[in-house]
């Protein structure tokens, strides 16, 4: 019995020095590496099993220093033998959301063929690549349910577009006349009412820092404007 408690008072020892030295090494990574990110904070740090080195979790991105924090490593670290890149997998990871917790009330709906697919993508009504992904994948794409949350972060215009397609008889319509063809959607009256600012609250909460961003049933995302054949094989990948 007295053997029991001292091993088990060992191992409690143990476990608050183990802590004590994590937070020690926190506090000093925070202390040397946060005054260099431009005023972005670290919103976690976690030891990795290569290299000795930490992941820092910063503004949805990931960066790398030693226990000291006299080093910072921007870049991907990859699996030598797999080619994985560890730095990718672990950014997706991080950054999945719960895409039934999505507001869909507040994005323009669009379904095609059976609709089973289901996506959901923020855009900006400037944005050229959101124009490229609409003109050369979206527009093609078939048995798909598309939610489109118009994210205004290029310019107080944007704002102004989003407001009178939201507020047109046929939103989804207007959106494709817009970003397809170039027709722009006629003035909003005064009154209407548009979840401009929930939205753009939301994306940045998503940490979704440009436009296009496409979200996918799983949680996962996809940033930039991809070719059909791409998010074909993404949605594959999903289960219906």
Known sequence: ????????????????????????????IRK?????????????IKETPYGGLYELRVAGDILYTDKKGEYLVIGHVYDAKTTRDLTRERIDDINKIKFSDLPFNDAIKQVKGDGKRVIAVFEDPNCGYCKRLR????????N????????NILSDD????SKNIWCAPDRAKAWDDWMINGKAAP?????CQTPNDKVLALGQQMKIQGTPAIFFSDGSRIPGAVDQATLEKKLATLKE
Do not use: H, W
């Open 187 to 191: 003035a909003a009256p005064a009154n």
């Open 32 to 44: 040397n590496i946060e005054p260099r990110l431009g005023g972005a904070k670290i919103e976690s």
């Open 158 to 161: 944007s704002f102004v577009k």
């Open 1 to 28: 019995m007295l053997k029991t408690k001292l091993a088990l008072l060992l191992a409690t020892g143990l476990i608050t020095s183990c802590v004590g030295a994590q937070n020690s090494v926190e506090t000093t």
């Open 135 to 142: 003109q050369t994948t979206l527009k093609n794409m078939d």
């Open 144 to 151: 798909v349910t598309i939610y489109t949350f118009m994210y």
